[in-house]
Each structure stands twice: as C-alpha cells, then as structure tokens.
C-alpha cells in the first residue's frame, strides 16, 4: 500500500492508543481521484458531542503534585542514603535499606486494609453466611466490572494509589502525620545514635537481667516498626540458661476496637499473634541487648527500672536505635511495665524519666509516643461467625504452630550450651 493511503489508517492508530477520538480524515496526497475520494474511520463510541475524559489528566496531575510538594524530602532522604552507601557497602547497606522501605510500605498498605473491614462489617442488608453483606459485595461487582471494562478508570485509580503513597511517605519523611508510629525520616532533630552510658539512669544500677525475664506489658511507643491500629501489646522475655541471650515474644491483637470499631472483632489476629525477636546480651553491661530482627541487629537499651517492693522490676523504658555510617535510621521507644492498666500519674512518671534520660529529641515526648490500648486480661478469647471461619482455614493453627516451634529451637539451642 502507497504510503499516502497508509498514513490516514496510521494517524487513526495514534488516536486511539492515545485515547484521542478519531475523526474523519482525508487525505491530501494522491491521484485526481483522490480528491473525490473520503476515507472514513469512525470511532461509534465516541461522537462529536463526548465530553472530554478528565479522569487520567487529574490523576496524573495528582502524581505530580504529591511529588514536587514532597520534594524537598525525598531529595534530602536520597542524600542521606548516598552518605550512609558511601561509608558502609554490602549487606551493611542493603539490610537497612530493606528494613526502612519494608515498614515505609507497610504502613500505608495497612491503613487501606482496617479501612477496607470497615466498610465490610459497616455495610447494611442481609448477610451471606453471616460473613458477607450483600450490599458490600454488589459494590465490590461494580467496582470490579470498571476495572475489567473501563481502561481508562483503572489506569486513573492506579495513578490516584500512586499519588496517595507519595503524600503518604512524603508527610512520614517530613514528620507532619503521626510521629508515633510513622516518622520516617533519618536523623530527625538529632545526628546519629547516642551512647548507652548518655542515657543510662542511675536506676539501673545493680541491674539483674534475670529479673527482667517474663511479661511486660507495652504501655507506649515511639517506633515505626509498630501500628497504632493494635492493642493490647505484650513483650514476653525469655532467657537463656546461661543468661547469654534472650528471646522476646512480642504479642499484639488487632485492629483495636479504637481504630476499627465496626471491624476489631472479626479480624484473624483479634484473639492474638506473635513476632519473635532474638538477642544477646552485653558481657560489659546487662542493660545492653543486641536484638535482631526483620534483618537487622542494633541494640536495645535498658535504660530506666522501677522496683517493686520484692525488689523486682514493675517498670522499665527501652531504647533501640539503628545506625549506619553515622546516620541514625531508626529510633524506638517503649513504656514497659508489668500490669497493664496505669493511672495518669504513673504515665506522667514514665514521661518525666525518658525526659531526664535525655529521649525526648529522639521522640519521648507525649505528642510523639502512642498510648497502647490495654484490656483486663483473663477475658474470654472473642468467639463470632468470622472467627469460626479463621479457624476453618486454620489460621488459630498456624499461628500457634510459628509461637510453639520458635519456643522450642529457642530452648533446644539454649539445652546444647
């Protein structure tokens, strides 16, 4: 085919992978018979009078806004980044690295999912199995039948997702969302990580850590490793019988009836789940602990202990930091004590000593620590139609199966030292 006849079949292609209308094109070039002759390619979905398609322009213009406002902040995260890869290579980089974008991620994918149980168990009408509304499932039909139909919505929403996860990062970076659990940026107010001995409380003193060992219960937090959509958090340390290591159960439910009270009781973690960190002990001081975990190792500070009048430890305040190439990328802090409900005296007690520590540029504050939600222990386990259902697909199982066998190596390994 001459090129001249090509060109009109050509430019209608680029419309349409444009997503432009086609119209009727005619062409210029030919011979004599040319003039008379129209070639005629019609979109019958689009005429003359469609509006114009707005969705994905806005969209993307979301993109670009979420990105130049949050500039500043990713610009100075990617030098922070160039300076630690330019004192430490290898693995020394990378596990950090992972470590800070897996909870970067984490949080913002969280948040949509508590909110998603909201509107599922917020949703009227009858329900199929006493699990799932009809009338949330007839909005899931429609949602889906646009994104299967509709290629121009689906590529908006993605582009909207993305927009949203920008902003999102970009105020954790920039600390303008919740500094509790979402602070995001390295060496914030403060360059690198302190010593143990800055810190140290003379309370510490004398420090047996084989009286810190059992449950503690989590009271406050400043740590970006943790949700703010959880409750009743517990630490449950177990030693070594040599006292050279330690393993720490950390316990949560959720979502807490505060942040999800449509929803909390449906969850499969509402009756529990556990995470295992490890560690080891400081030879020269028992308030230091190494703890790994999620790929990492830093350590953990003891820093503050109160005793009970057995002597042994009701209160204790922890602080972990992870450092590299003298840039500090994470900082944690917890309000430990052995019951579970406080009075507002005892909290303002814990907050007066992580500020005589010197914490509170590192987050102590009360603007900056999140208040764990704790219920009466010894209640009944939450029994529903959805835990019913966890249960038939074994959830109940394989969590208590990861619990059991991470107890089990820890003391075979702990019996062959």
Not at 20 to 30: E, S
Not at 233 to 246: C, H, M, V
Not at 287 to 308: A, C, K, M, Y
């Amino acid at each position: 085919m001459p090129l001249a006849r090509l060109a009109p079949l050509l430019l209608v292609a680029g419309c349409h992978a444009l997503g432009l209308p086609a119209r009727t094109v005619q062409p210029r070039l030919g011979r004599p018979r040319a003039a008379a002759a129209r070639l005629v390619v019609e979109d019958p979905t689009i005429t003359e009078e469609s509006p114009t398609d707005w969705t994905l322009p806005v969209a993307l213009a979301g993109v670009g806004l979420a990105a130049a406002v949050h500039a500043p902040a990713f610009a100075r995260l990617a030098s922070q980044w160039a300076a630690v890869s330019s004192e430490v290579g290898g693995d020394s980089f990378w596990a950090p690295a992972q470590f800070w974008a897996f909870f970067a991620a984490m949080h913002p994918l969280l948040k949509p999912a508590v909110w998603i149980g909201e509107v599922l168990h917020s949703s009227p009408g009858p329900q199929l199995g006493e699990l799932l509304p009809v009338s949330f499932l007839a909005a899931n039909a429609v949602v889906i039948s646009l994104l299967v139909t509709q290629p121009r919505f689906r590529t908006a929403l993605n582009a909207a997702l993305v927009a949203l996860l920008i902003n999102f990062v970009g105020c954790g970076l920039e600390g303008s969302g919740n500094l509790a659990d979402y602070n995001l940026a390295l060496d914030d107010g403060v360059k690198g990580c302190p010593t143990y001995e800055s810190l140290r409380r003379p309370s510490m003193d004398g420090f047996d850590i084989a009286k810190y060992s059992g449950r503690w219960y989590e009271q406050a937090f400043h740590d970006w490793t943790q949700f703010a959509e959880v409750y009743d958090t517990t630490f449950d340390i177990e030693l070594s019988k040599d006292g050279k290591r330690w393993l720490d159960d950390f316990a949560v439910r959720g979502p807490s009836p505060a942040a999800a009270p449509a929803s909390w009781e449906k969850s499969p973690i509402t009756n529990g789940a556990h995470y295992f960190l490890y560690g080891s002990i400081d030879s020269a001081d028992a308030g230091v602990l190494r703890e790994s975990g999620f790929g990492v190792t830093f350590p953990n500070f003891i820093l503050d202990v109160q005793r009970d009048d057995k002597g042994g430890y009701s209160e204790a305040i922890q602080f972990q930091c992870l450092e590299r190439g003298g840039v500090r990328i994470f900082e944690g802090i917890n309000f430990l004590t052995r019951k579970p409900l406080l009075t507002d005296a005892e909290m303002a007690g814990m907050f007066a000593r992580a500020k005589e520590a010197g914490l509170e540029p590192y987050g102590a504050s009360p603007a900056q620590m999140h208040l764990v939600q704790h219920r009466q222990p010894g209640g009944a386990e939450i029994d529903n139609s959805w835990q019913r259902f966890w249960r038939s697909l074994g959830v109940d199982k394989l969590l208590a199966l990861v619990e059991s066998s991470t107890h089990s190596t820890f003391e075979d390994t702990t019996a062959m030292q």
